[in-house]
């Protein structure tokens, strides 16, 4: 019976033994759990964080490009516009350069009108010239043979 009482002891030491290294795994399962929970809290706290940065990125984007888009829209308005002038100043440009040319060929007209009206008033003037030294000449003669 002693050997029973023995084994008997000795299985219980065991059992005790093991109860002790369940209860250290236990506390030590449950000191992991705690080290998780808390892990897993910063986790997602770090996650709500970042979310709420890619949310403000995403935000701040929208408005810089929507600002960007406004401020494209008035520079392409103003190149329109500019392009609108340009036509309208080219189109003066075309009329006032034929203008020109026309007044051109008009001068050019009066310009030889004038040289030959000019050369006709020479003709003219050698034309007296000749009649009067013409008229000279037979006042002379008339006057000599009034004598």
Do not use: P, W
Not at 19 to 27: D, G, P, T
Not at 71 to 77: A, H, I, S, V
């Amino acid at each position: 019976m002693e050997k029973i009482l023995e084994t008997i002891e000795k299985n219980k030491e065991e059992l005790q033994d093991e109860r002790r290294v369940q209860r250290l795994r236990i506390e030590k399962l449950r000191k992991d759990e705690e080290n998780l929970q808390q892990t897993f809290e910063i986790r997602n706290s770090q996650l709500k964080d970042k979310e709420e940065l890619i949310n403000e990125y995403k935000q701040q984007s929208k408005q810089r490009t929507d600002e960007l888009q406004r401020r494209l829209n008035e520079e392409t308005k103003k190149y329109q516009n500019s392009q609108e002038n340009l036509k309208v100043l080219q189109r003066q440009l075309d009329e006032e350069t034929r203008k020109y040319q026309d007044s051109q060929v008009e001068l050019t007209v009066l310009n030889d009108q004038l040289k030959n009206k000019e050369d006709l008033i020479n003709e003219l003037h050698k034309q007296i010239e000749n009649l009067n030294g013409r008229l000279s000449q037979i006042r002379k003669l008339s006057f000599s043979d009034a004598e």
